[in-house]
C-alpha cells in the first residue's frame, strides 16, 4: 500500500516539475513578445520618420525613402506573423501548465486518500491483533 503512495506522490512531483518548466516557459515568451512588440514600436516610428514629405526632393531620395520604408514594412510583417506565433505558443504553454497542474492535484489528492486509507487499515489491524484482557470469553473462566 506504501508503494503505491509513494508512486502517486512521485506522480505529483513530476507533475509540478512539468508544471514549473511550463511556467518558465511562459515568462520567456512573454519576455520575448516584450522585446518584439518593443522593436515593432520603434519601427512603427521609423515609418513615420522616413515618409516621403512634400516639397523638393530629389529622385535619389525618394527612391532612398522607398526602399528602406519597404524594408521596414516587410520587417513589421515579419513581426505581425512573429507576434502571432508566440501569443500561440503561450497559449498552448499556459493548457499544459494547467493540465500538469490538475494531474499533480489528483495524484496528490489520491496520495492523501492512500495514506488515510493506510492509517485505519493500521489502526484495524492493532485493534485485531491485541487481546483484550477483560474480553467476554477469558472473563468467564
Avoid at 4 to 28: F, S
Avoid at 79 to 98: S, T, Y
Amino acid at each position: 500500500m506504501t508503494r503505491r503512495r509513494n508512486l502517486l506522490q512521485r506522480l505529483a512531483m513530476r507533475e509540478k516539475i512539468t508544471a514549473m518548466a511550463r511556467a518558465e516557459n511562459i515568462r520567456t515568451l512573454d519576455e520575448e513578445l516584450h522585446k518584439i512588440t518593443s522593436i515593432n514600436e520603434k519601427l512603427q516610428q521609423m515609418a513615420i520618420e522616413t515618409q516621403i514629405k512634400t516639397g523638393t526632393t530629389s529622385m535619389m531620395a525618394l527612391r532612398s525613402a522607398q526602399h528602406y520604408g519597404s524594408k521596414i514594412h516587410e520587417q513589421m510583417k515579419v513581426i505581425e506573423n512573429r507576434v502571432k506565433f508566440l501569443e500561440e505558443e503561450r497559449v498552448e504553454e499556459a493548457q499544459i501548465m494547467g493540465q500538469a497542474l490538475t494531474r499533480q492535484k489528483h495524484a496528490t489528492e489520491k496520495s492523501r486518500q492512500q495514506h488515510i486509507l493506510e492509517l485505519d487499515e493500521k489502526e484495524e489491524k492493532a485493534a485485531t491483533d491485541v487481546p483484550r484482557i477483560n474480553s467476554p470469553a477469558t472473563a468467564g473462566r
